[in-house]
């Protein structure tokens, strides 16, 4: 399920992360257009809570979290 309208509104998303520093797109771009890849880089480089990722990505808070997740294991399997 995605976040109801009136709940992205809300100031529970920080107001520098409702006004991303990099569009959404240009994250995408710049991980070769790898979804899992460009969510990893954004919640961790730029700090981008899961919650404005799936509003800004069109997606559900759990499906960021899974896809982040995912993109950690192969992170972490390439480094074996």
Do not use: F
């Not at 006004?19 to 919640?43: E, F, M, Q």
Request: net charge positive; aromatic share 2%.
């Amino acid at each position: 399920a995605q976040a109801q309208p009136q709940r992205l509104a809300a100031c529970a998303i920080p107001r520098a992360q409702r006004k991303l520093l990099r569009s959404w797109p240009d994250i995408l771009v710049a991980c070769g257009n790898r979804r899992d890849d460009a969510l990893l880089a954004a919640y961790r480089n730029d700090g981008i809570t899961m919650t404005a990722l799936a509003q800004h990505a069109g997606l559900s808070v759990s499906h960021v979290s899974r896809s982040i997740a995912r993109a950690e294991t192969k992170v972490e399997q390439q480094k074996a």
